[in-house]
């Protein structure tokens, strides 16, 4: 126990303890001491983990609007004509060598199209749209999945694409086929999502 020297009539140094009083009041202080501490400090110091998994999620998103963006705007081009291009000027886009956009309810992976365990064979920008990969799966598009020294590049992150027509670029999902709208939903560990989006013209 820490002691206090107090000078005794005699003008001699003496020693004595704390009172009663000082103690409670000495505990008191660290009670409210210790509050502040664990309600102001520790949770911010779980909260400067997250500006880090929001840059980690940025890069995912980044890299897979990179990969989206050397696609096909659609599957139906053919070669340097693309899909809706009226040539003959009749109002038909299917006529003359001609070729249609997908219909909105068909975007997505065609025939034999994968991502996933495989090397990917998408071809176009819509193929992504319904993509999910969760923890433990966020592959490549050469289908290996992200690690680095055996570790889950991103462990605990997850992300879901989707693709819609949006012509008037407003975020609304419609049916006018010169433009799609690509957005990227990816959520942290920690349970926070974050929303990335582009767009692509029928170019
Ligand atoms: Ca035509
Ligand atoms: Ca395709
Ligand atoms: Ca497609
Ligand atoms: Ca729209």
């Known amino acids: 126990m820490p002691a206090i020297k107090q000078k005794t009539a005699q003008g001699t140094w003496a020693q004595r303890g704390f009172t009663l009083i000082e103690l409670i009041i000495g505990m008191v202080v660290f009670a409210v001491a210790l509050t502040l501490v664990t309600t102001l400090i520790f949770p911010q110091a779980g909260r400067s983990v997250d500006p880090i998994m929001q840059v980690r999620a940025t890069e995912l998103a980044a890299t897979l609007l990179r990969e989206i963006a050397a696609k096909s705007y659609d599957e139906n081009g053919i070669g340097s004509i693309r899909c809706n291009d009226d040539l003959n000027d009749d109002g038909d886009f299917d006529d003359n060598g001609e070729s249609s956009c997908t219909p909105a309810g068909n975007l997505g992976p065609d025939a034999g199209e994968s991502r996933d365990a495989t090397a990917s064979n998408f071809d176009d920008v819509d193929d992504y749209n319904g993509l999910t990969q ?16 055996g570790q889950n590049l991103y462990q605990g992150f997850s992300y879901t694409i989707r693709v819609v027509y ?37 170019y």
């Open 166 to 202: 949006d012509g008037n670029t407003d975020g609304v999902a419609d049916n006018d086929q010169r433009t799609k709208l690509i957005s990227i939903k990816v959520t942290t560990p920690g349970q926070e999502t974050l929303v990335f989006s582009t767009y692509r013209s029928n």
């Open 134 to 149: 969760s923890a433990g799966q966020i592959r490549n598009s050469l289908g290996e999945v992200l690690q680095v020294a």
